[in-house]
């Protein structure tokens, strides 16, 4: 059990590029979470997925971001045409059902739009 | 929707000593889980505890405890002879049973312990 990954850790863009993501949870965790944090706040949910099947996406995921489990396993984050305000702390967690509902969490890909 | 307010930007105390960060949250629910979670410095966040809001008896972990206040809306943390690598964020969480099991975070706390 290696923990949560995520990659890469640091990723700085300019505005209108494309940027994308991957988070590679506990292998047997069927749950994966992505997560927002800016500076100085809490994370905020951004979508969810239960194996390959994304279930939930919140309002703060506009139509530039996308987010997929291809295979149930690894799961991406893209952002297509990235704004200064989509620079924030992208958190990755995964679960197991029955673990007493904790999160384990990735390190975070820090993302810089210039 | 629910949503969790810690009203402490930042904490200070010295070492050794005890600290109780605050919490409080609201929602309609019946049935839901709380946690804090902490994140060190440039490290990834970790549970520190959890509550089941069906329990009336609060959670304890070694050094960390809550107290729990269902009608008040209440979950502080309390963190007894605090260590130098106590010093971190602490996010107070809230989590619905059922669903997504998505996690709605307060603001956090800094916390520094001072040597």
């Known amino acids: 059990d290696t923990g949560v990954s995520q990659d890469p850790r640091h990723k700085i863009t300019k505005r209108g590029q494309n940027v994308t993501f991957r988070c590679d949870p506990i292998s047997e965790h069927n749950r994966l979470y992505w997560y927002r944090q800016t500076l100085g706040q809490g994370p905020e949910f951004l979508t969810y997925?239960?194996?390959?099947?994304?279930?939930?996406k919140s309002r703060l995921l506009s139509d530039r971001f996308s987010a997929e489990r291809p295979k149930g396993s690894f799961s991406t984050l893209e952002i297509q045409r990235t704004e200064q305000g989509d620079s924030a702390m992208y958190l990755c967690?995964?679960?197991?059902?029955?673990?007493?509902?904790?999160?384990?969490f990735g390190p975070g890909t820090r993302l810089t739009v210039t | 929707a629910q949503t969790v307010t810690q009203s402490q930007p930042e904490m200070s105390v010295q070492e050794a000593e005890t600290v109780t960060l605050s919490c409080t949250y609201d929602t309609s629910e019946n049935n839901y889980y709380l946690f804090w979670y902490k994140q060190p410095p440039s490290r990834q966040m970790i549970l520190v505890i959890r509550?089941?809001?069906?329990?009336?008896q609060n959670a304890t972990e070694n050094r960390f405890s809550v107290n729990f206040q269902k009608a008040a809306k209440s979950f502080s943390l309390k963190i007894s002879d605090s260590q130098l690598g106590d010093t971190a964020m602490y996010f107070c969480?809230?989590?619905?049973?059922?669903?997504?099991?998505?996690?709605?975070f307060g603001q956090g706390t800094r916390l520094t312990i001072n040597p």
């Open positions: 997925f239960q194996n390959e099947a994304q279930l939930e």
């Open positions: 969480a809230f989590m619905k049973q059922g669903g997504a099991q998505k996690l709605v």
């Open positions: 967690a995964s679960s197991l059902p029955g673990s007493n509902y904790e999160q384990y």
């Open positions: 509550q089941e809001a069906y329990k009336q």
